[in-house]
């Protein structure tokens, strides 16, 4: 994970010195067309990822965007639509063997940041 996440932290750190270099200054408008420049640039690739897992992995994925403590719980189970426990653990660990999502912790984290924002920014299209 430490990899991804230097990767992504590059990623972001060469965009935005692009924008820098664009506008001649870097304040918070500078980062957030930074971040904006990662997810356009990105955005095929997150869309192919997308895509390449099934219905109940991506339900999985929306869900920890935005959460992701009690993931087993019934509550959380239904506030994101997914039918049994049983599929969130067979999803988590199938998103886990390809490298999308880790646990630490406790937790479940996004390899990459920025697709954990690009769903955000993408769930209400889903």
Not at 29 to 46: C, E, G, H, K
Not at 55 to 73: G, R, V, Y
Request: aromatic share 12%; hydrophobic share 40%.
């Amino acid at each position: 994970m430490l990899f991804l996440l230097t990767g992504s932290i590059q990623y972001l750190a060469f965009e935005l010195v692009e924008c820098g270099i664009l506008t001649g200054k870097l304040d918070e408008t500078s980062l957030q067309s930074a971040i904006d420049r990662v997810l356009n640039n990105q955005d095929d690739y997150f869309q192919s990822l997308w895509e390449s897992v099934s219905l109940t992995q991506q339900k999985t994925l929306k869900a920890l965007a935005f959460e992701n403590k009690n993931i087993f719980s019934r509550e959380f189970l239904d506030k994101h639509g997914i039918q049994t426990p049983s599929g969130v653990q067979r999803s988590v660990a199938v998103l886990m063997h390809k490298g999308i999502i880790d646990r630490q912790h406790g937790e479940f984290l996004f390899e990459d940041p920025f697709f954990r924002r690009w769903i955000r920014l993408k769930a209400a299209y889903f």
